[in-house]
């Protein structure tokens, strides 16, 4: 889809060239002055009219009626050169590809060197610009009779950059990975219930595992019965499919050591249980296998990048559903570890499942944890729609994960966790922990819940209910699906070691 060139971008030919412009006050400079020296100065005359605009995100798109080879020119603004951060263009560039996605061409250029400043390389453009044009062209099908997919579709971008080709080359393939795999996430969020059940999950895992070499196995009822797995299938007890506990390693390192463990929540549907949620709030839990998807996009980045790290994803999976033999209030259950849980609620399901894979994780080897769920309407009372929360009982594996989540724009927050909340998931009168302590801080106390099977492992849990979805468009996507957290935790995975090379 890339293709790197290194002569002058503005002597090409093409149907579209996009180009990146900062607000300088003076003139038009390097390879650009030589571009409005083809059009005799008006593309100055045109910024002074305000026709081309360097404001932050603003688009222009100016025909250049055979002055060059170029018939169309797609101005980004940028703004203030000093200001602006990688992510900043980035969000530009989604700006701009999908004003350009809109005029249905099959081919455009880049001249990517324009998006260059102090902090951003000419291989950091070429970067977050394939990563931006595949998060902000992402579409998700759908199912209606008409589609809504243009017939033509772009099947090419040359890349024009007098930087080195290969690391252009290769910075281009990074940022493609990390778009790519955040856009499968999407799709695996906005597939409905009857679409994507547990086994469709589990097939889609081992598809994934086949296409990039990962370790794949997948449990099921049977197995998961003979591991003692109660938690999980408490959950599944009144399901007429089958649940499933999906396993990915990844080996980047010679030995089975320092395994870092990304547990996802893969619940297919919740309506609750008997704890049944009311109408309003069932519709839209079939995203409440966010963190699955957002484990599997991440597998999906780091089984293309291959990054010098050991990693094993766990993912269990079933719907939550009702009938005669559903789990209940009042039930108590033993999960893998051993650990009684009094059930206090049916709807506090993704806790338990997220218990036995825990456990089974740490059976594999998990050196250090990351638990990612779709967890609790909790965080969202908390922290709103668009920040992530976190829990943690580890300062500097939290500090691996901010620092990618800053890399990658994802807001997470930090709520706190102590030994009071722990006493809080303590409190059954019959069993060694309840699943529902109350409603006073349930964002806190899902993680905490999670907190007691991970025991003493470095472990950061994301809660990420309120982040999954977005209800209108932005720069870098629809609505609908985020992908958020699956560049976090590849960036976390591939960036792992960076504190200690320093
Ligand atoms: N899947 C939900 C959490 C959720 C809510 C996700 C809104 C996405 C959007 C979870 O299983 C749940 O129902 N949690 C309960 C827990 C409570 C019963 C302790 C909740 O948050 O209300
Ligand atoms: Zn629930
Ligand atoms: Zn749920």
């Known amino acids: 889809m890339f293709i790197v060139k290194s002569e002058n971008p503005f002597q090409s030919t093409s149907e579209c060239m996009l180009i990146g412009l900062y607000d300088k006050t003076e003139k038009f400079s390097g390879g650009l002055a030589a571009l409005d020296e083809m059009f005799a100065g008006d593309l ?233 949620k009311p109408k309003d709030g069932i519709v839209g839990m079939k995203t409440d296998m966010g963190g699955a998807a957002a484990v599997l996009g991440a597998m999906e980045i780091i089984g293309k990048l291959r990054p010098e790290q050991n990693v094993v994803a766990v993912i269990p999976t079933t719907d939550n559903m009702v009938n005669g033999n559903a789990f209940k209030p009042d039930d108590v259950i033993t999960s893998m570890s051993g650990k009684t849980i009094e059930v206090l609620n049916t709807d506090a399901e993704g806790r338990l499942v997220l218990a036995d894979a825990i456990t089974y994780a740490k059976h594999n080897g998990a050196n250090f944890l990351v638990d990612i769920a779709t967890l609790t309407g909790g965080v969202i009372v908390a922290l709103g729609l668009d920040k992530t929360g976190a829990l943690t009982n580890n300062e500097e594996l939290f500090e691996k994960v901010l620092m990618a989540s800053y890399e990658a724009d994802e807001f997470i927050w930090r709520l706190p966790y102590t030994e009071k909340d722990k006493e809080r998931v303590r409190s059954s009168k019959i069993a060694d922990l309840n699943n529902s302590p109350g409603r006073e801080g349930h964002a806190i106390m899902g993680g905490a819940f999670v907190g007691e099977f991970v025991e003493n492992t470095p472990w950061v849990h994301l809660d990420i209910a309120g982040t999954a979805t977005i209800k209108s468009a932005h720069e870098l996507g629809p609505d609908g699906a985020t992908g958020v957290m699956a560049r976090t935790l590849a960036l976390l995975v591939e960036n792992f070691d960076e504190g200690e090379k320093k």
């Not at 695996?188 to 070499?213: C, F, I, Q, T």
């Not at 390693?249 to 619940?267: A, F, H, M, P, R």
């Open 44 to 276: 100055t005359e045109l910024v002074k009219s305000g026709d081309i605009s360097a404001k932050y995100k603003s688009v222009s798109v100016i025909h250049s009626l055979g002055r060059t080879g170029i018939k169309r020119l797609v101005f980004i603004g940028l703004g203030k050169e000093k200001d602006r951060t990688l992510n900043d263009v980035k969000i530009a560039l989604g700006a701009a590809c999908k004003k350009i996605d809109g005029m249905r061409l099959k081919q455009f250029s880049v001249a990517i060197d324009t998006f260059t400043n102090a902090e951003i390389s000419e291989a950091d453009a070429a970067l977050i610009f394939s990563e931006a044009y595949i998060l902000s062209t992402y579409k998700f099908a759908g199912y209606k009779q008409r589609s809504n997919e243009p017939d033509v579709k772009v099947e090419s971008i040359h890349v024009f950059t007098e930087a080195d080709q290969q690391e252009v080359v290769s910075a281009l393939e990074i940022g493609q990975a990390y778009g790519e795999g955040t856009n499968s996430t999407r799709t695996l969020v906005n597939l409905p219930g009857n679409m994507l059940k547990a086994v469709d999950l589990a097939e889609y895992a081992r598809s994934l595992g086949e296409k990039h070499e990962l370790e794949v196995e997948i449990l099921s009822k049977e197995e998961i019965e003979k591991l003692g797995m109660g938690a999980l299938l408490a959950v599944n007890q009144g399901s007429t499919e089958p649940p499933f506990m999906i396993t990915l390693k990844y080996q980047g390192k010679s030995e089975w050591t320092d395994v870092i463990g990304l547990v996802g929540k893969g619940i297919t549907f919740d309506t609750g249980g008997y704890s049944l």
